[in-house]
Structure formats: structure tokens, C-alpha cells
């Protein structure tokens, strides 16, 4: 394929098409993706990074939307990546988020991307921050992370995030299954939404309890909950501000810092991990299918056969 | 550690002590794992692997209650994983599941465990299979592997299953998503189960309708609809039969052969991968630590580090 990598200087939130082939290209996979990927990566590291999670219909979409409007409107870039784990069981709401998001997707200064990650080995990271790479270095101010919390994705989110917002909504009961499963290890903000609903107030006081209570801190700051009306665009002012809060935190400690750092030899090893995985296969395929057999039949286990193909890799 | 592995020619189904020894050593990741491991596969491979998965709340642990009273009470004996993907907004409910198993979790012939899988590295099929393996290995003559659809665990569960169960319920709407999201890829046996319920019919003729439309077929099994009401302990005694008529069918057929023979390929490029992975953190973690300053100020990018590291890496 002819590609002339000068043509990455063209890279701008203004130039959509070239965005869009450029992460097709990444999202291939094969050498060039990689030769574009170290080209890209020396422009990369302005953005800042937000992850939305929460449970189905807890508002993310909308939250993601309005937050989105409110940063164009102070002059702000901002790319979306949509991260799909794509649960078989709540296959479908994706899909209506993407559609909710149609009104923003065509405005200037807004690029917006999905990701299908199921199936995919090595979870969404890599392939996920390599995209939010792209979008990076083509200069959008903000890229925000926004995917459903199911089994391991806002976990991923969390890692690769500056400001992690964990949106919860009152009637769900799900702020004490929050606490317990550990979320607010990750949540730097935490959003009720929904919070003209009955139950809002117990909910914030359940929340705010639990917090106080476990005396959370992410490196002496303290999550705040904020309430919201995603809807009705309520409360996303001060959300926008807290993000900026957290922001200015983040940068003045050495918080983002070290989490940046931290997540970039994990990315390395990722990136190892990966390659080494494709070369294992391609170079021991024969003996992997001839070997097999035996392993089938029990005269050898795996653990035997695997510790064979290891020997033959030096350091 | 002193351990003898002639120990485990003591391993049995009725020795649950035992058991849990083993699966604990296993499951410590350390040399003497990969030991037993080994000595463990010898005896593997005559249990019957049954997966079960679905959304939250479609009643698949009481459906797995039902299943393996059913067939203690015909002399066979049951071990049951429960893989926890723990979503952390549902994490509550496999503690329930495990509070209503505990009342066969006593019985003679049973064996119940849990394994979380949230924030481990590969996913959970190497842990999961490898804790299969003793169960296998003692003597049991069926695993069933329960977990909630959220993800990656269902895909999973299919691939290490002989027959996977795929629990769906009328209200949920969830048998038109599960055909969109791919969901009969993975299923040999559909349930619908609280089928009591008054959209049931509707439900069932809605899947039975998409089922034939796309003409789904498992190397020439027609996946089965059926309607369980498990509380009741209705429809169980039809499932159990369903599955062993699947058992038949697919020792007769090459197809349970060759996916265990597929998926034994895969186990192992999977260990080598977990294996390599401790390696390059271990003999390169020097060499990533100084270098990620560079990484760190965009002069250096994590493909170009990464290539280094695997150049270092000799097949």
C-alpha cells in the first residue's frame, strides 16, 4: 500500500476524512498501522482524558453530549471514542447512544468513534489508545472515554483516563454495589443522574454516607458526588467545572503524571505481549498441530508442551 | 513447600478436603502449581463440561441447582464453577446465587466453587480450565461451568463447554438481542426459562421464528428451545435429557472432539503468552523503567521500545 507518512501532518480536528482513514489504517493492524502509530505518538500526550462508566441507562450518553456542548462552547475540541464490550444482553443500547449522539457528530470541533471490543485479545486497551493516539496528535483538546461498566471495561477505561466519572442513577440501588465492588477505587467524580426521581435523595445521602464512611481519598482528593439532570442539561456546568478541578489537581500533584506513566509500560508490555503472541503461533504452528495430539490423548500436557516452545526462545 | 504429588492419587470425588488443597496450590500460580498441573491433566478428560450463561436474573444458579439434583439423583456425580466476571453493578448477585447453592453444596458427589475473574490478566479461561482440571482429575462426571453473560465470560464458557445452555426470560426482550448479538453462535441449547410468565409464549415463538429464519445450525445440531420454570423444577428433567442427547450427539459426530481439541491449541499459546509476559516484565523491567522517561516526553514510542525488547527475544 502506498502511504506517504508526510501525509500525517495534514492531521487536524478540522480534517475529518484524513482522521477517519488515518484510524482505519491504525485499526488494520499490519506494519504500516505501526509505522503510523510511532509517527503519531511524538504529537500525541495534549489531550486530556476523560472516562465515562456507569450501568445500562444510566444516562452516559446524554452526560457525554451535554458535557461535550458545553466544552465546544468554550472553544473546546472534543473526541469521542464509544468503547462497546457489547454484552449479548444489552447489545441494542449502543446502538440508540449512537444515534442520541448523531446531534452533536456532525457539529465542527466534535469527531466521534466506536469500538466493538468483544472478542478482541488483549481486551480494548491497546487498540483503544492507540485510536485516542490519532485523535491526540490531530490536536482535539478532549477525549473522552465513554463505556458501559460491565466485567472489565471500566476498569481499562480507568487506566487510560485523567478524570474517571462513574454515573450512577438513584432508583437502581446500584451506589452500594458501587462501594462494595470497588468502583470508588476508580471514580474520581461520581455522577447521580436522573436526580429529579424520588429516590434521589436517599440515594445522595446512601452515596455520600458510604464515601464518607470508607473516608476515600485518590492521592488527598476527595470524589465528589455531584447531581444531574442530564436531560434538562442540569448540573452539567458544575460537573464541566469539577472535571477542571480535577484537572488542575491532577497536574498540580503528580497524580497524572505517574498514572500516565504507569500506564505507558503497561502499554509496552501490552504491545510485547501481542506480537510475541502472533510470532508464537507463526513460528510453532507445525509442531503445535503435530504436538497436539499427544496432548489430546493425555500423554502430554499442556503445561509439558508449553514449557517446550518456551525453551526455544532465548532472552 | 513440601509436596508430595503422590498425594494426588488420593484425589476423589469424596475427598473435598483434598480438593480444595489442590485447587488452592493451583491457583497460586507458583512452580509447584505447574507440577501439579501437569500430573493432573494425565488423569483429566473424562468429565462432561456443561456451560450455562445469561443475563443477570434469568435463574441460571437455580437452574443449576435443578440440573445437577437431577443428576445426582442418577448416581452422577457434579462439580459446579462459578465464574465471577463481577461487574461491579451487579455485584451482588453472585453472593445470593451462592447463599441458595450452599443447600447442595453439602451433599455427597457435589463440589461448588467460585472464581472472580475481574482485573486478571488473561481473562479467565486459564485459571477457570485449569481449576476444571482437578475437578476433572477427581473423578467428577460433570463440570458445569455457570457465569453471567457480561462481555467476554459467555464466549469464553463456550469455548472450554462440551454443550452450552444459553438462559434467557420472556419479559427481558432479550431473545431478539441475543440472536442480534451473535449469542447462537455459542448456544447447543436455548432455555426459556420462568416460563410461567405472561409474555412467554410470545417470547418463545419470537426466538423459535428467528431461529428459523437464520437457519441456525451447529455442524448439524438444531439448538433446542426449551421452557423451564426452575423454581418449579418444571422442564428440568427435558433439559437434562436435551443434554445428553447433545452429549451423544457430539462424541458421535467429530465436533465435541475437535473443539476440545481446538481449544487445547489455544490453552497453550495461552500459557506461553502468561509465561513470556512474567518473563519480559522480569528481565526487562530495568530497561523499561529507563526508558519510559523517553517514552514518557514523546521522544521515544512505546512501538519502537517494544520493538527493542523483542528484538532482544530470540525463536
Redesign the interface.
Same mark, same amino acid.
Given at each position: 500500500m502506498k502511504f506517504d507518512t508526510k501525509i500525517l501532518n495534514k492531521l487536524s480536528v478540522g480534517n475529518k476524512k484524513l482522521t477517519a482513514r488515518i484510524i482505519s489504517l491504525v485499526e488494520s493492524e499490519n506494519d504500516l498501522a505501526?509505522d503510523i *502509530?510511532?509517527e503519531i /505518538?511524538?504529537? %500525541? &500526550?495534549n489531550a486530556y482524558r476523560i472516562g465515562i462508566t456507569?450501568?445500562p441507562g444510566a444516562g452516559k450518553s446524554t452526560l457525554t453530549n451535554q458535557i461535550t456542548k458545553l466544552l465546544l462552547s468554550q472553544n473546546k475540541s472534543v473526541a469521542i471514542i464509544a468503547v462497546d464490550?457489547? =454484552?449479548?444482553? $444489552? #447489545?441494542?443500547a449502543l446502538l440508540g447512544d449512537r444515534v442520541r449522539m448523531n446531534d452533536i457528530g456532525m457539529l465542527d470541533n466534535v469527531y466521534i468513534r466506536s469500538i466493538a471490543t468483544?472478542?478482541s485479545l488483549g481486551g480494548l486497551s491497546t487498540k483503544t489508545i492507540d485510536i485516542a493516539d490519532v485523535l491526540d496528535a490531530a490536536g482535539f483538546d478532549f477525549v473522552i472515554f465513554e463505556t458501559v #461498566?460491565? &466485567? !472489565? =471495561?471500566?476498569?481499562d477505561i480507568a487506566k487510560i483516563a485523567d478524570t474517571t466519572i462513574v454515573t450512577l442513577v438513584p432508583e $437502581?440501588g446500584?451506589s452500594i !454495589?458501587?462501594m462494595?465492588? &470497588? *468502583?470508588m477505587e476508580i471514580a474520581d467524580i461520581f455522577v447521580l443522574n436522573k436526580s429529579d426521581r424520588p429516590e434521589a435523595d436517599k440515594a445522595f445521602n446512601s452515596l455520600q454516607t458510604t464515601l464518607h464512611l470508607q473516608n476515600v481519598s485518590q492521592n488527598n482528593w476527595n470524589p465528589p458526588i455531584l447531581k444531574t439532570k442530564a436531560l434538562l442539561n442540569e448540573g452539567v456546568t458544575e460537573l464541566v467545572e469539577k472535571i477542571i478541578e480535577h484537572r488542575n489537581f491532577c497536574f498540580e500533584n503528580i497524580t497524572c503524571?505517574k498514572k @500516565?506513566?504507569e500506564y *505507558?509500560?503497561e502499554?509496552?508490555?501490552d504491545?510485547?505481549?501481542l506480537?510475541?503472541?502472533k510470532?508464537?503461533?507463526a %513460528?510453532n504452528s507445525q509442531l503445535?498441530?503435530t504436538s497436539?495430539l499427544d496432548?489430546?490423548s @493425555?500423554e502430554l $500436557?499442556?503445561? =509439558?508442551?508449553?514449557e517446550k516452545?518456551?525453551n526455544?526462545?532465548? /532472552?
Amino acid at each position: 500500500m502506498k502511504f506517504d507518512t508526510k501525509i500525517l501532518n495534514k492531521l487536524s480536528v478540522g480534517n475529518k476524512k484524513l482522521t477517519a482513514r488515518i484510524i482505519s489504517l491504525v485499526e488494520s493492524e499490519n506494519d504500516l498501522a505501526i509505522d503510523i *502509530l510511532k509517527e503519531i /505518538f511524538k504529537k %500525541s &500526550g495534549n489531550a486530556y482524558r476523560i472516562g465515562i462508566t456507569g450501568p445500562p441507562g444510566a444516562g452516559k450518553s446524554t452526560l457525554t453530549n451535554q458535557i461535550t456542548k458545553l466544552l465546544l462552547s468554550q472553544n473546546k475540541s472534543v473526541a469521542i471514542i464509544a468503547v462497546d464490550p457489547t =454484552s449479548p444482553f $444489552s #447489545g441494542g443500547a449502543l446502538l440508540g447512544d449512537r444515534v442520541r449522539m448523531n446531534d452533536i457528530g456532525m457539529l465542527d470541533n466534535v469527531y466521534i468513534r466506536s469500538i466493538a471490543t468483544r472478542g478482541s485479545l488483549g481486551g480494548l486497551s491497546t487498540k483503544t489508545i492507540d485510536i485516542a493516539d490519532v485523535l491526540d496528535a490531530a490536536g482535539f483538546d478532549f477525549v473522552i472515554f465513554e463505556t458501559v #461498566g460491565v &466485567g !472489565q =471495561s471500566e476498569l481499562d477505561i480507568a487506566k487510560i483516563a485523567d478524570t474517571t466519572i462513574v454515573t450512577l442513577v438513584p432508583e $437502581s440501588g446500584d451506589s452500594i !454495589q458501587a462501594m462494595k465492588a &470497588g *468502583l470508588m477505587e476508580i471514580a474520581d467524580i461520581f455522577v447521580l443522574n436522573k436526580s429529579d426521581r424520588p429516590e434521589a435523595d436517599k440515594a445522595f445521602n446512601s452515596l455520600q454516607t458510604t464515601l464518607h464512611l470508607q473516608n476515600v481519598s485518590q492521592n488527598n482528593w476527595n470524589p465528589p458526588i455531584l447531581k444531574t439532570k442530564a436531560l434538562l442539561n442540569e448540573g452539567v456546568t458544575e460537573l464541566v467545572e469539577k472535571i477542571i478541578e480535577h484537572r488542575n489537581f491532577c497536574f498540580e500533584n503528580i497524580t497524572c503524571a505517574k498514572k @500516565r506513566k504507569e500506564y *505507558l509500560k503497561e502499554r509496552i508490555i501490552d504491545i510485547i505481549e501481542l506480537t510475541l503472541r502472533k510470532r508464537i503461533v507463526a %513460528s510453532n504452528s507445525q509442531l503445535i498441530d503435530t504436538s497436539i495430539l499427544d496432548v489430546n490423548s @493425555r500423554e502430554l $500436557s499442556p503445561y =509439558s508442551l508449553a514449557e517446550k516452545i518456551l525453551n526455544n526462545i532465548k /532472552f
